[in-house]
């Protein structure tokens, strides 16, 4: 490790890393179980419910090549913190939506923030770790958040029988929150 973390140590920087990694694979997972449900509620089609889903992919991948430049220009810390922003008010938005043209616009918004934290979290590998140590905490962190994937359905499907499709996305913006408590740390 480069330069030692005051607050969190080695096992808190690699928690935390593992968290904000998770970013991609809870967001777009969680709230699969409800699609059906969607079409449904907001009237419309499973085309335009699927194109929260397009329209996501589109952004994300876009806004990484955006993102990356900022946090080497201006920092880690307020990109991921900006990132984490634009997120939360998104999936805060996403939660309130009544019609699939806001929840499209909303994911957008969403995916843009969450592309922020996903550069960010490789950044912050390559900032802290050389070599060998490296390429362990690059797979550590990825071998830990691919089973983000196989329980987010399963936590939607959950949150799906006690509340509504909605609490999908307060949930979303509560671990945002959460994270991004940990990242002022």
């Not at 992919?57 to 090549?65: E, N």
């Amino acid at each position: 490790m480069k330069q030692a973390q005051p607050l969190l140590g080695k096992k808190g920087i690699l928690f935390f890393l593992v968290i904000i990694s998770a970013f991609p694979p809870l967001t777009m997972d969680l709230y699969l179980p409800a699609l059906p449900q969607m079409v449904e509620l907001l009237n419309t089609n499973q085309t335009m419910v699927n194109l929260t889903l397009s329209a996501y992919f589109v952004t994300y991948a876009t806004g990484l090549l955006f993102w990356g430049p900022l946090s080497e220009k201006f920092g880690r810390k307020p990109i991921l913190l900006t990132g984490i922003i634009i997120y939360v008010l998104a999936s805060l938005s996403c939660a309130m939506s009544n019609t699939v043209e806001h929840l499209i616009l909303f994911r957008v918004f969403q995916a843009f923030g969450g592309s922020a934290v996903t550069v960010v979290a490789t950044a912050i590998i390559k900032d802290l770790y050389d070599g060998r140590e490296r390429e362990k905490i690059m797979a550590t962190v990825m071998s830990l958040v691919i089973i983000a994937p196989m329980v987010a359905p399963v936590l939607g499907a959950f949150l799906l029988k006690v509340s509504g499709w909605h609490m999908m996305f307060y949930a979303l913006a509560i671990f945002g929150t959460l994270s991004g408590l940990f990242a002022l740390c």
